[in-house]
T-cell receptor
Framework: KAGVTQTPRYLIKTRGQQVTLSCSPISGHRSVSWYQQTPGQGLQFLFEYFSETQRNKGNFPGRFSGRQFSNSRSEMNVSTLELGDSALYLC???????????FGSGTRLTVV | AQSVTQLDSQVPVFEEAPVELRCNYSSSVSVYLFWYVQYPNQGLQLLLKYLSGSTLVKGINGFEAEFNKSQTSFHLRKPSVHISDTAEYFCAVIEAGEYGNKLVFGAGTILRVKS
């Protein structure tokens, strides 16, 4: 059974650019969540998508957005990148809610 | 809102010694708790979870945790660690919202196993 796949693994972008990250969940999982991990702030929840609808959102500016497709694959987009957006972005999928979340290997974004 | 406190930022221990990584959570009616491990440049791997039932939970790689409602704790233990257990460990709790759930993580504990 394939795990959660995140692409790309590494990205280097320039301030002011935008970036799109991709996440393919485990087959049959309809919930996809995104988290940002930084040394200073730790692991913070960005948003969750379920059946193509954003169901929950963390405290991040509007520059951070996402979407989910009918096959449950999800993308997150960050516009007008800032140096502080440099982080490991992790995607997690679950069947529904509380049972448990499976994480991907993450995308390491560096903004220069 | 839920919160999680991991009481130690780093825990050094010698190989084959026992270890306990401490985690306290904010009290709630229903609590769902998790421990994840993260190796360098990797994502999070689930070690174990408590959803209900027995308060002693066994996980992968010989780890176990005990849910203590009166102490609001969920400490992770291993009786004998290996060099390969060196990693960062995160305790997490589900925060249930009106429209969906999310994981709230502690700050993490770096376990350093020395030979």
């Amino acid at each position: 059974k394939a795990g959660v796949t995140q692409t790309p693994r590494y990205l280097i972008k320039t301030r002011g650019q935008q970036v799109t990250l991709s996440c393919s969940p485990i087959s049959g999982h309809r919930s996809v969540s995104w988290y940002q991990q930084t040394p200073g702030q730790g692991l913070q929840f960005l948003f969750e998508y379920f059946s193509e609808t954003q169901r929950n959102k963390g405290n991040f500016p509007g520059r951070f957005s996402g979407r989910q497709f009918s096959n449950s694959r999800s993308e997150m987009n960050v516009s007008t990148l800032e140096l502080g957006d440099s982080a490991l972005y992790l995607c997690a999928s679950s069947i529904e809610g509380i049972g448990g979340y499976t994480f991907g290997s993450g995308t390491r974004l560096t903004v220069v | 809102a839920q919160s999680v406190t991991q009481l130690d930022s780093q825990v050094p221990v010698f190989e084959e010694a026992p270890v306990e990584l401490r985690c306290n959570y904010s009290s709630s009616v229903s609590v769902y708790l998790f421990w994840y491990v993260q190796y360098p440049n990797q994502g999070l791997q689930l070690l174990l979870k408590y959803l209900s039932g027995s308060t002693l939970v066994k996980g992968i790689n010989g780890f176990e945790a005990e849910f203590n409602k009166s102490q609001t704790s969920f400490h992770l233990r291993k009786p004998s660690v290996h060099i390969s257990d060196t990693a960062e460990y995160f305790c997490a709790v589900i925060e249930a919202g009106e429209y969906g759930n999310k994981l709230v993580f502690g700050a993490g504990t770096i376990l350093r196993v020395k030979s």
